[in-house]
């Protein structure tokens, strides 16, 4: 299986789980603001244990290697935590760079 489907599908789980968790989790009284902060709090929770549970290091499938494979891991929680909206931004720009610049050059990756 493609890596990158592998990506998406894992981040739709997230988004899936969380949603879930979420909808009973709103039912409790709270204000807004604790509202957001529960809502970050299980995204990031369930990024991270999706990233340490599957080891898929998202930025090594796109051929941009982190020399720590924890630091890899939490970074790539933090995409999954974003949800399939996350992870489809993040190819975006990642696609946008090596996308024809309008004077007619690529865009390359610094370094």
């Known amino acids: 299986m493609n ?17 879930i968790i979420l909808t009973h989790l709103m039912n409790l009284e709270k204000t807004a603001e604790e509202n957001e ?6 995204h990031t ?16 499938s796109l051929g941009l290697p982190i020399g ?3 630091v890899a891991l939490v970074l790539s929680g933090l995409v999954y935590a974003g949800g399939a909206t996350g992870v489809s931004q993040l190819l975006a720009a990642i696609k946008a760079i090596g996308a024809p610049t309008s004077a007619g050059g690529t865009l390359s990756k610094a370094g």
Do not use: C, E, Q, R
């Not at 890596?3 to 949603?19: E, G, K, N, P, R």
């Open 3 to 19: 890596t990158l489907v592998l990506v998406m599908v894992i981040a739709t789980i997230v988004d899936y789980l969380s949603t």
């Open 45 to 60: 929770a369930l990024g991270l244990i999706a990233a340490f549970a599957f080891g898929l290091n998202v930025f090594a």
């Open 68 to 70: 720590v494979p924890v």
């Open 37 to 42: 902060i529960v809502t970050l709090l299980v």
